[in-house]
């Protein structure tokens, strides 16, 4: 297992076209198909294999499960995870144990897992983007349209996906990103959705199978000192000592939590290579970045790795201001 970081600053990176016909769906699919499957540069691909890719569709495949990316608006993509694919004609490939967010193949569930950003796409300016990911995980963030270190919550996104660590054991596969409905804020972390969670995992992370129960939902889950669970705009960044504790998955549904109400969420197992640091979560980056040593920091900075005091190197992972933030690590051992 090699982890591997890649970003819109290297040299070689994939160029986003500047032009009203392109997507965010194309910016996405030139993204992760250079990182994960091709290569650019001296950077070798992580390890992906593409499942299908058609004019309105990709899929990218790993050990653990398949990945399907679907256009749905000009700024928005729907994320669908399958096991197999058995007919790659179409933008959604048909397959076994299609879902996404709260719906499954036979269900009639209309909420889908969107991903939205209007300004990662056609001419907007100022695009970047950075990948961390091995040939079982992938972390994404990407942002546009604005020169802050600090995103709002329309001008970004991050996207986890591929293989975590279930409570029942074993590995699991799943997706952790956007909301259940189209043109909205989406989260990773947040804990405050009144709503349906919007990320899909393949299989019940209590038993592995296939069976979910109605309306399942997933989100990631972090140690945070705050008692809101969400981003503050406090300005007393010290934490004097890191306590890095790994990012989580959460879940909600009966099938999952035992309970329908949204907010009886459980723990269902551990991501891979995300961290969380309790005194860091709810703050803001550009507070953040200089309590860790980075004074002045740029946009550029939100996608550039910090050498830590313990020898590691993290990565941000603070993708808007509406969603708690992490870091990405570059240690192989908090990939396991």
């Given at each position: 297992m090699t982890v591997r970081y890649y970003s819109s600053l290297d040299s070689g990176a994939p160029s986003l076209p500047s032009a009203t016909s392109q997507r965010l769906f194309d910016n996405l699919r030139l993204i992760l198909l250079a990182c994960l499957v091709n290569g650019y540069g001296s950077k070798p691909a992580a390890g992906w294999t593409i499942g299908h890719d058609v004019t309105n569709g990709f899929s990218l495949v790993s050990a653990g499960g398949i990945i399907n990316f679907v256009h749905s608006a000009n700024g928005q993509v729907i994320l669908y995870l399958m096991e197999t694919i058995t007919d790659g004609t179409?933008?959604?490939?048909?397959?076994?144990?299609?879902?996404?967010?709260?719906?499954?193949?036979?269900?009639?569930?209309?909420?889908?897992?969107?991903?939205?950003?209007?300004?990662?796409?056609?001419?907007?300016?100022?695009?970047?983007?950075?990948?961390?990911?091995?040939?079982?995980?992938?972390?994404?963030?990407?942002?546009?349209?604005?020169?802050?270190?600090?995103?709002?919550?329309?001008?970004?996104?991050?996207?986890?996906?591929?293989?975590?660590?279930?409570?029942?054991?074993?590995?699991?596969?799943?997706?952790?990103?956007?909301?259940?409905?189209?043109?909205?804020?989406?989260?990773?972390?947040?804990?405050?959705?009144?709503?349906?969670?919007?990320?899909t995992v393949l299989r019940n992370p209590f038993d592995g199978t296939v069976n979910q129960g109605a309306?399942?939902?997933?989100?990631?889950?972090?140690?945070?000192?705050?008692?809101?669970?969400?981003?503050?705009?406090?300005?007393?960044?010290?934490?004097?000592?890191?306590?890095?504790?790994?990012?989580?998955?959460?879940?909600?549904?009966?099938?999952?939590?035992?309970?329908?109400?949204?907010?009886?969420?459980?723990?269902?197992?551990?991501?891979?290579?995300?961290?969380?640091?309790?005194?860091?979560?709810?703050?803001?980056?550009?507070?953040?970045?200089?309590?860790?040593?980075?004074?002045?920091?740029?946009?550029q900075d939100r996608v550039l790795p910090i050498s830590m005091p313990n020898g590691q190197q993290w990565v941000p992972f603070y993708a808007t201001t509406f969603d708690l933030g992490a870091f990405i690590s570059l240690d192989p051992a908090d990939w396991e």
């Open positions: 179409t933008s959604l490939a048909g397959g076994y144990n299609r879902r996404s967010g709260p719906w499954a193949d036979g269900s009639s569930v209309t909420g889908r897992q969107y991903v939205y950003c209007p300004s990662f796409y056609s001419t907007t300016a100022n695009k970047q983007w950075c990948v961390v990911a091995d040939d079982r995980t992938v972390v994404v963030q990407f942002s546009g349209s604005v020169t802050d270190i600090d995103v709002p919550s329309n001008n970004g996104a991050g996207i986890y996906f591929g293989e975590y660590q279930p409570a029942f054991g074993g590995t699991g596969f799943c997706c952790l990103a956007g909301s259940m409905s189209t043109n909205a804020t989406g989260i990773v972390f947040n804990p405050n959705s009144t709503s349906t969670l919007p990320g309306s399942p939902g997933f989100r990631g889950g972090l140690a945070v000192d705050s008692a809101a669970g969400a981003v503050t705009g406090k300005n007393r960044v010290a934490p004097g000592q890191l306590r890095p504790v790994r990012a989580s998955i959460v879940g909600s549904g009966a099938g999952i939590s035992g309970s329908t109400s949204t907010n009886a969420q459980a723990h269902c197992g551990v991501l891979r290579g995300l961290l969380g640091e309790p005194a860091l979560a709810d703050c803001l980056l550009a507070n953040v970045l200089p309590a860790l040593g980075k004074s002045s920091p740029i946009m």
